[in-house]
């Protein structure tokens, strides 16, 4: 059986009210008493044009937040038999840690329930509450044995770079459970989210996720985590595609230079995101001159490096077809097939038993 997987789709969360089931009472009754509605809204406002395309808003114009309404888009749009949930509802943004904990379970509840349960084409993230290594590490020994959870979920700008120590039990366990850590565009907001203060605009924002994915790229690679957990594979989702190949000439010079500061990196920082690092293609910034989106492509790696995405429902492409001008067919292929099943065991061991 040859799967098509769509590696990065969006399940909006309505309200508080729609995870009110999964939450132990107390929450349940607290959230309710203090008029708790939600977070979504602090990340992607729903007007925002970038956070759902007009053709697939619901009837109230917000971004659609149901199975069914997804799949139509997804599944019958885009011609994939697999889509990986990636719901960016920002539990990390919350400073009660003791509540970030219970909004992340009754998020990923809510998600087994009223989405992995109504269409067994979807896969999904786990998200997981930063504000304790703890809780994060037992949320997902609480969902690892549910097959349909095949990646951890965490925003590029983490309240501390990923590759400090505290955070590898974290990482530790998505190796012990074969799940990757996706690393998605997104902030805790515990600093600003550019390094010489805070935006101004949503645009100034967005462009600036960039530099964040570069920061944690490259925390990952000089903490050493990829040699202290040598099962994990990351996934960069939403963080662009073009400022690799320069970040990596870059870091590549100044580890040449810089190599006794950091001996447990012992291969240029290159070698190591070309092995254990992959990219979702969308959104892909670059021109639409097929010259130059070849050269793009040869120097990420393209043929291993990049998966399939549509980023539904974000505005990030025009027209029907989520695949950038100029990408050959064979690397759509790989993009859409080999190269999720390669990064994902889990779609790759359901894909065996069902083929």
């Known amino acids: 059986m040859t799967l098509r997987v769509d590696c990065d789709v969006h399940p909006a969360v309505p309200s508080i009210a729609a995870l009110r089931p999964h939450l132990d009472p107390f929450w349940a009754a607290h959230l309710a008493e203090r008029g708790f509605d939600g977070l979504e809204s602090m990340l992607f406002p729903p007007s925002a044009p970038t956070s759902a395309r007009a053709d697939f808003r619901d ?49 990923n509840d809510w998600i087994r329930a009223e989405w992995l349960d109504r269409d067994p084409r979807l896969r999904a993230a786990i998200v997981v509450p930063l504000q304790s290594v703890e809780a994060a590490v037992a949320e997902i020994e609480r969902l690892a044995a549910d097959p349909r959870f095949v990646q951890v979920l965490v925003p590029a700008m983490m ?59 490259a925390s990952l690679v000089t903490e050493g985590v990829f040699g202290a957990v040598p099962d994990l594979t990351v996934v960069l989702v939403e963080s662009g595609v073009t400022w690799l190949p320069a970040f990596l000439w870059r870091i ?32 892909f910034d670059a021109p639409d001159d097929p010259a130059t989106v070849a050269r793009i492509l040869s ?29 050959p067919a064979d690397l759509v292929r790989r993009m859409l097939t080999d190269n999720p099943l390669s990064t994902y065991p889990r779609l790759r061991e ?3 038993w069902t083929a």
Request: with cysteine; aromatic share 10%; charged share 20%.
């Open 350 to 352: 359901a894909a065996a």
């Open 59 to 107: 009837a109230g114009g917000r971004p659609p937040s149901d199975a069914a309404a997804v799949g139509a888009s997804v599944f019958g749009r885009h011609g994939v038999d697999r889509a990986i949930l990636n719901p960016t509802f920002p539990v990390t943004m919350l400073f009660n840690e003791d509540m970030a904990v219970a909004l992340a379970r009754a998020l």
């Open 299 to 327: 120097m990420v790696d393209a043929p291993h490096a990049l998966l399939f995405a549509s980023d539904h429902p974000h505005w990030r492409f025009d027209g029907d077809d989520p695949v950038p001008p100029g990408f």
């Open 159 to 217: 309240p501390e770079p990923p590759g400090q120590r505290r955070w590898w039990p974290i990482w530790r366990a998505c190796a012990r459970h074969r799940l990757p850590l996706a690393i998605h565009a997104g902030s805790a907001y515990r600093q600003p989210p550019t390094s010489i203060g805070w935006p101004g605009h949503l645009a100034e924002e967005e462009a600036a996720q960039s530099q964040a994915f570069q920061s944690a790229l």
């Open 252 to 283: 590549d010079k100044f580890w040449r230079a810089l190599r006794p500061e950091v001996p447990w990196v012992d291969r240029p920082p290159s070698a190591i995101v070309r092995e254990r690092v992959r990219l979702t293609a969308q959104p």
